[in-house]
């Protein structure tokens, strides 16, 4: 289909897996595919700021994004999870965007039970291009959340 462009901007009140701080990396997997931030050392509001890439085959799966603890000499602490659908960012693509002036909301998704969501989220048209600011939920821990922003990436040929 395409290539989902994931901007991981920052963690929130992260969860403290070590003495008094952590030092969180996230691994992002989507079916087969699985990639990772680099390590924040001794932050539980990291600001990662990274942009990692997914090809994306199928619309109805979801990304899973953990974060972890880094630890050197046990293994890596799980610090949260979350899964987000991308099927509404799909679905905003196929809108036309032609004429819509930056900032225009295309489509707004609340948080609920059925999603990671911390707050409503936004798809959003910026120059053109349509985005999706989210801001997930950690789930399996005390608390923490991560800011992120999704864009497609077009490839010629392909069609959403």
């Not at 087969?32 to 931030?37: D, H, M, Y």
């Not at 987000?84 to 965007?97: G, Q, R, V």
Request: proline letters at 6%; charged letters at 30%; one cysteine or more.
């Amino acid at each position: 289909m395409g290539l989902l462009r994931i901007h991981i901007k920052r963690g929130v009140n992260l969860a403290v897996r070590d003495v008094n701080t952590s030092d969180p990396y996230c691994v992002v997997r989507m079916g087969k595919q699985k990639l990772k931030t680099r390590v924040i050392k001794k932050d539980v509001n990291p600001e990662w700021n990274e942009e990692l890439t997914l090809s994306v085959q199928d619309p109805n799966v979801p990304f899973t994004l953990t974060v972890y603890d880094h630890d050197t000499f046990t293994k890596d602490d799980p610090m949260g999870d979350a899964e987000c659908d991308i099927n509404p960012f799909i679905e905003a693509l196929k809108m036309s965007t032609d004429g819509l002036p930056t900032g225009t909301i295309i489509s707004r998704i609340q948080p609920s039970r059925q999603n990671c969501l911390a707050e409503e989220s936004r798809i959003t048209c910026i120059d053109g291009k349509v985005v999706q600011d989210i801001v997930l939920r950690l789930r399996h821990v005390e608390c923490g959340e991560v800011e992120l922003q999704l864009e497609w990436i077009d490839i010629p040929g392909s069609h959403v």
